[in-house]
């Protein structure tokens, strides 16, 4: 009985591997790969640009940036007081 299911399973699977990859999947021309290049690179550089910032925006204003601030700023008059 499995046998008779897994015959016809198997044909389809070998029909759509065989059939090769569709027009979408079709390895794309390597001149208008390298045409999309710099593109691709701007974007990607704008994308981490904007992360960065965020990321930095988000850390100034934090609870421990201003923390960690003022606690060099005690020490630093420490430091003047004492020397």
Excluded: C, H
Excluded at 28 to 37: A, G, K, N
Excluded at 62 to 81: C, Q, R, V
Aim: charged share 30%; net charge positive.
């Amino acid at each position: 009985m499995r046998l008779l299911l897994s015959l016809p399973v198997l044909v389809v699977v070998l029909s759509i591997v065989l059939e090769g990859p569709a027009p979408a999947q079709a390895a794309p021309d390597f001149s208008s790969t390298l045409e999309r290049i710099p593109d691709k690179l701007k974007e990607f550089g704008n994308t981490l640009k904007d992360k960065a910032k965020a990321a930095f925006d988000r850390i100034k204003q934090s609870d421990i940036y201003a923390k960690t601030g003022s606690w060099f700023n005690k020490m630093k008059e420490k430091l003047k007081t004492a020397f």
